[in-house]
């Protein structure tokens, strides 16, 4: 059975990096069969897709590239998500979750979330 679970602060200063990490039990992260993908849903608002990562490669939401970078650290089955220059609007529960690779199914395994509020 696989399991994602999200870690970090759950508060974070404007202007600040958020930085978030999500561990992988129960599967490999370096196996080419699935995506790695960080998605964020903001207080009263829809489910909002951040970036994926394989082994080989990242792919980034367009309007969030400039300030998200997410990596993987194989050794410890962990993928990390880190967006700079926060302000109080990336206040969101933030969820990893897993992707078949290849098949339009949207997410099959999800973390519980984790909730960021950007507030001074």
């Known amino acids: 059975q696989v399991q994602l679970q999200e870690s970090g602060p759950g508060l974070v200063e404007p202007s600040q990096t958020l930085s978030l990490t999500c561990t992988v039990s129960?599967?490999?992260?370096?196996?080419?069969?699935?995506?790695w993908n960080w998605i964020r849903q903001p207080p009263g608002k829809g489910l909002e897709w951040m970036g994926d990562?394989?082994?080989?490669?990242?792919y980034y939401r367009p309007a969030l590239k400039s300030r998200t970078s997410i990596s993987m650290d194989a050794s410890k089955n962990q993928f990390s998500l880190q967006l700079s220059s926060v302000t109080p609007e990336d206040t969101a529960v933030y969820y990893c979750?897993?992707?078949?690779?290849?098949?339009?199914?949207?997410?099959?395994?999800w973390g519980k979330g984790t909730l960021v509020i950007v507030s001074s």
């Open positions: 129960g599967g490999s992260i370096t196996t080419d069969s699935y995506t």
């Open positions: 990562i394989t082994y080989d490669r990242t």
């Open positions: 979750a897993r992707k078949v690779a290849g098949v339009d199914n949207g997410m099959d395994y």
